[in-house]
């Protein structure tokens, strides 16, 4: 069935360092969101891809969506404490269905 | 506040009991979904609205399970003869048709003993 892939599970790294998690489905996605979720809250909609391709910014975050639209991949540059959280990624495999999230990635920072 | 509100946000009941969940999206979303989560999970998809129409349910629903959205507005969640394994947090989101976008609820987490 249709399932999106979503690693690593945890992240561990020192404040300062960079971040990458990434997400992967075995069949073409229509789009691709990416959400947050901290400790104790619910998922917070961050971004949504939906071109072949696609690179999108948010000041530290980089979010890229493959070629193929299997593939994408959130990239913080020089983590800080409010990063902590869970990020999912949320597929959808046309514009009428629902999405289907990844397991996440655990983000934590030591200071 | 106009963002999706859920209630109650707590709910412990023995098993065997049947519990419902209300969820009050974003006025002007026409679409409403229904995800449950684990610890250590992402959101699973249970079930969706666009207006007062139950489009999809996952095959994950038991026949426990039944939401509804009787004028398009907010939406109930019952889950009847309630198992343990049936301990989650319940999420509630919405969105406008044609946007992908949700917004989610604070959710409603389930214990049942």
């Known amino acids: 069935g249709q399932q999106v892939m979503q690693i690593p599970q945890y992240q561990h790294v020192q404040e300062g360092e960079d971040f990458t998690t990434y997400c992967n489905s075995s069949?073409?996605?229509?789009?691709i969101q990416w959400y947050k979720q901290r400790p104790g809250g619910h998922p917070v909609f961050l971004i949504q891809?939906?071109?072949?391709?696609e690179v999108k910014k948010q000041k530290r975050l980089t979010f890229q969506f493959g070629e193929a639209k299997k593939n994408s991949s959130l990239h913080i540059t020089a983590t800080q404490t409010t990063d902590v959280g869970t990020y999912f990624c949320?597929?959808?495999?046309?514009?009428?269905?629902?999405?289907?999230f990844g397991s996440g990635t655990r983000l934590s920072i030591r200071p | 506040d106009t963002g999706v509100s859920q209630n109650p946000r707590h709910k412990i009941t023995k098993r065997g009991q049947n519990v419902t969940f209300r969820c009050d999206p974003i006025s002007e979303h026409n679409r409403l979904y229904w995800y449950r989560q684990t610890l250590g999970q992402g959101p699973e998809f249970l079930t969706y609205?666009?207006?007062?129409?139950?489009?999809?349910k996952s095959r994950l629903l038991s026949d426990r399970f039944s939401a509804e959205r009787p004028k398009g507005s907010f939406s109930t969640l019952e889950i009847q003869r309630t198992e343990q394994g049936d301990s989650a947090m319940y999420l509630c989101a919405s969105s406008f048709a044609g946007q992908e976008t949700q917004y989610f609820g604070p959710g409603t987490r389930l214990l049942v003993l």
């Open positions: 609205f666009q207006n007062e129409a139950q489009l999809e």
């Open positions: 069949t073409t996605l229509s789009n």
């Open positions: 891809l939906v071109k072949s391709g």
């Open positions: 949320a597929g959808s495999y046309s514009s009428a269905s629902k999405i289907i």
